[in-house]
């Protein structure tokens, strides 16, 4: 009876370390691609922190440290879905999972398989910021004419406010004008230098960045265009060359700072209209450089979020 117990003892002991090799090998061998980061984030290598970039490869083991008001956003390709951690602090990729329930969102292979494609055909890319965007020819994951759907719901609810009288451009930069939004999405600039809301009245030559705040459950692109009294307008966020808008992601319930893509306030006095446009997948948002028309689009296909702030720079 003795010997017999020895041996279930040392079957089981031995069937237990199986499972924990298993289980540790499985963990060794899950990986997620880094899809997006806005702020700044970074990953432990050894005993240092280093800033962490889209296209970088991590285990359920990395260590993550996310600075307040940034975002990293990965990708399991194996599963089909993606994760976008906003805690601050350092933490494991595999608890911060564990903790990411209202920022998952399942992919289809369709879906994965354009964000791979756009992400890695990126490599080496560079950034283009808001004067070169009139160049920009990028695609977007639905079908080309996206772009044109989410300009033309863009004009529908412009012309759906208090005042519609006017260019889309008018009504957007009129204050008087209300308007609607399809998506909760909400955003304040920034003072750099004090990390405060600057409100509706700024100084001359002020370093600000946007902060953006996405209320819904799934997570968006944004960009912000300025619209000055002129009608002259200026991307705020820049766009990579194949518009695939993964820096400009905003996870779902969540709230991130751009400070690494300031803007500097007009160097006279001015009133501007700041007008956040927000989409449930990526566009190119350099469409609306050009004069904002519906053409033959129909803008009730898509879901567009719209918020607006006014500026007034004065000394």
């Known amino acids: 009876m003795r010997n017999k117990h020895l041996h279930t003892g040392f079957v089981l002991t031995l069937v237990v370390a199986v499972c924990m090799a298993m ?32 296209r970088r490869y991590l285990t359920p083991k990395s260590r993550l440290k996310i600075t307040e008001e940034s975002a990293v956003t990965i990708i399991d390709e194996a599963k089909l879905k993606m994760f976008s951690f906003t805690r601050p602090g350092v933490n494991t990729v595999g608890s911060l999972i564990d903790l990411s329930s209202k920022r998952t969102k399942s992919l289809t292979k369709q879906y994965m398989s354009y964000l791979v494609k756009q992400l890695f055909n990126s490599n080496g890319k560079k950034m283009l ?67 405060r809301p600057v409100g509706a009245h700024v100084a001359p030559n002020t370093a600000c960045y946007v902060r953006v705040k996405n209320n819904t459950s ?7 265009l300025n619209i000055d009294a002129q009608g002259n307008k200026y991307m ?46 990526p ?30 720079t004065k000394h």
């Open 129 to 195: 910021h808001p004067d070169a965007y009139m160049q920009v020819t990028g695609t977007s994951y639905r079908a080309e004419a996206t772009d044109s759907l989410m300009a033309a719901r863009v004009v529908r609810i412009a012309a759906e406010g208090t005042a519609p009288e006017g260019t889309t451009e008018q009504q957007l930069f009129s204050s008087s004008n209300l308007i609607a939004s399809d998506l909760d999405v909400q955003f304040e600039l920034v003072d750099v230098q004090t990390g």
């Open 218 to 224: 799934e997570p968006l692109y944004v960009n912000v």
């Open 23 to 54: 289980d540790a090998t499985t963990a060794r061998a899950q990986k997620y691609v880094v899809y997006s980061v806005v702020g700044k984030a970074y990953v432990q290598h050894g005993e240092r922190f280093e800033p962490i970039a889209a």
């Open 236 to 281: 705020v966020l820049p766009m990579d060359e194949d518009a695939t808008c993964a820096n400009l992601l905003v996870p779902a319930n969540a709230t991130v700072g751009f400070k690494a893509d300031p803007f500097i306030t007009s160097d006279t006095p001015s009133t501007d209209a700041f007008v956040l446009v927000a989409t449930e997948t």
């Open 283 to 312: 566009v190119n948002f350099s469409i609306l450089m050009n004069a904002i028309t519906a053409g033959k689009a129909d803008g009730a296909r898509v879901r567009v979020g719209v918020a607006r702030t006014v500026l007034n």
